[in-house]
């Protein structure tokens, strides 16, 4: 589901600061007041003329906490859509509000763009669980095996695989490859889940998300106990018992798909906590319950980072083309599948 941002419709909801990650705040999702919207006008003044100056857009994650998300993104969306967004980006710059394999895969899909990303240090513990060596080393003790590869990793690790594929994709990806044996790589748990609704055999990666990670069944429980009649989405790199727990499991953007139509009036977003933010201010007819937990990678993107990396260039994401010219094919093979 792609958004544009919001102009003129400024409402921010309290955000825990990233020192709060592994803390469960469970309770409902509580707005700002206009004081904090007031701090960010400077920086969202600025980078919408630096934008229009510079020939940038922003394409910016779900998970962006929302003076970001509704401040000052051009395109808004889950991994797959801000890939599809990306190869028909025509200004010259793409800021890139999310975390750094997003960036690549932009400059995968679209190389004659030149692509910013905020703060280097945005990475992905997904990404970082698993090289290209051990992609090759599996495929030797999997001999044939297709290598599906979940966009969270490097560029490195995508041109060693068949076909990549995104937690909104994932069961279509592997349907569409016709075998019973696949290797899914790096997320363990989404492998798990996806396994679960193809009756493909997953090989799978001990990789993990360390936000999704950290929430467990008998907490979805609980929070069934104290909001009864609450409708549950998680995210499929949760645990698989957590997501048996939940009424829903898709991508963030299903989630916000979830939303849109309205299916509950009260809904528990069991995934990265400026999530539920951003739905919560364009859905004030909805109730939303947190369980939250923050992505320390993501919220690394402030208004401030974003503003510098306008006005100064930095960071440019650059790719090797020997490899670039393999992991764009694997992402091309998912962006295919429909
Ligand atoms: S939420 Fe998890 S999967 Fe997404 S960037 Fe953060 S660590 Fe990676």
């Known amino acids: 589901m792609l958004r544009s941002s919001i102009k003129g419709n400024p409402v921010t909801t309290q955000t825990p600061t990233v020192a709060d990650s592994r803390t469960n705040l469970r309770g409902p999702v509580r707005p700002l007041g206009a004081d904090d919207w007031d701090a960010a006008a400077a920086d969202i003044d600025a980078i919408q003329r630096l934008k229009r100056e510079k020939d940038a857009i922003i394409l910016a994650h779900n998970y962006m906490t929302q003076d970001i998300f509704h401040g000052v993104a051009d395109i808004t969306g889950d991994s797959l859509a801000l890939a599809r967004e990306a190869q028909h980006v025509t200004q010259g710059t793409i800021v890139l509000a999310g975390v750094h394999f997003m960036a690549e895969t932009a400059k995968l899909l679209n190389p004659a763009k030149r692509v910013l990303i905020p703060d280097l240090r945005a990475g992905c513990s997904l990404a970082s669980s698993i090289t290209a060596a051990d992609v090759r080393a599996l495929r030797a003790q999997h001999p044939g095996v297709p290598v599906v590869t979940y966009v969270n990793t490097s560029a490195d690790v995508k041109a060693e695989s068949d076909i990549c594929c995104t937690s909104g994709n994932a069961v279509r990806v592997i349907e569409s490859l016709g075998v019973d044996r696949v290797i899914m790589i790096p997320d363990q748990y989404l492998a798990r889940n996806v396994a679960a609704q193809t009756g493909v055999e997953v090989i799978i990666w001990p990789g993990a998300c360390e936000v999704h990670e950290q929430f467990t069944a008998a907490e979805v429980r609980a929070l069934r106990e104290e909001h009864p009649g609450v409708a549950v989405l998680a995210h499929p790199e949760c645990p698989p018992e957590v997501v048996a727990e939940a009424d829903f499991a898709g991508s963030t953007a299903q989630m916000s798909d979830f939303v849109e139509q309205r299916r509950a009036q009260k809904i528990a977003?069991?995934?990265?906590?400026?999530?539920?933010?951003?739905?919560?201010?364009?859905?004030?007819?909805?109730?939303?319950?947190?369980?939250?937990?923050?992505?320390?990678?993501?919220?690394?993107?402030?208004?401030?980072?974003?503003?510098?990396?306008?006005?100064?260039?930095r960071h440019e994401v650059t790719l090797d083309p020997a490899i670039a010219g393999r992991a764009r094919r694997a992402v091309e093979r998912m962006l295919a599948v429909r």
């Open 269 to 313: 977003l069991i995934t990265e906590c400026s999530m539920g933010d951003n739905l919560a201010a364009t859905h004030p007819d909805i109730e939303f319950v947190s369980m939250c937990r923050l992505c320390p990678h993501m919220k690394r993107n402030t208004l401030a980072k974003i503003r510098t990396s306008l006005e100064t260039g």
